[in-house]
């Protein structure tokens, strides 16, 4: 099982950037597909998720600003961000749900400058 995600980069303040996170090895469309972040000195938080079923949930943080999706076909999800602000910078990592199967990726660093 491989998760990759692309897309992190520094941009600034108010700045835009869509991460997709494309699986091998799952039947992604069992999946239910989230995002996590983790900045420095913190603990790994949830960012957004989104089900087998295309409901999504997205942490209070980044609602209004952020887009969780999928494509089945391409195996892939995405995290739109709009609006972005400093504390957004952090390693943004991808990870698949079924039942008792958690998968990860690598993840990738998104840096907001001001």
């Known amino acids: 099982v491989q998760l990759v995600e692309s897309g992190g980069g520094l941009v600034q303040l108010g700045g835009s950037l869509r991460l997709s996170c494309t699986a091998a090895?799952?039947?992604?469309?069992?999946?239910?597909m989230a995002w996590y972040r983790q900045a420095a000195g913190r603990q790994r938080e949830l960012v957004a998720y989104i089900t087998n079923e295309n409901r999504t949930n997205l942490a209070v943080s980044v609602k209004g600003r952020f887009t969780i999706s999928r494509d089945n076909a391409k195996n892939t999800v995405y995290l739109q961000m709009n609006t972005l602000k400093p504390e957004d910078t952090a390693v943004y990592y991808c990870?698949?749900?079924?039942?008792?199967?958690?998968?990860w990726g690598q993840g990738t660093q998104v840096t907001v400058s001001s």
């Open positions: 990870k698949s749900t079924w039942f008792t199967l958690d998968y």
């Open positions: 090895g799952i039947i992604f469309s069992d999946y239910t």
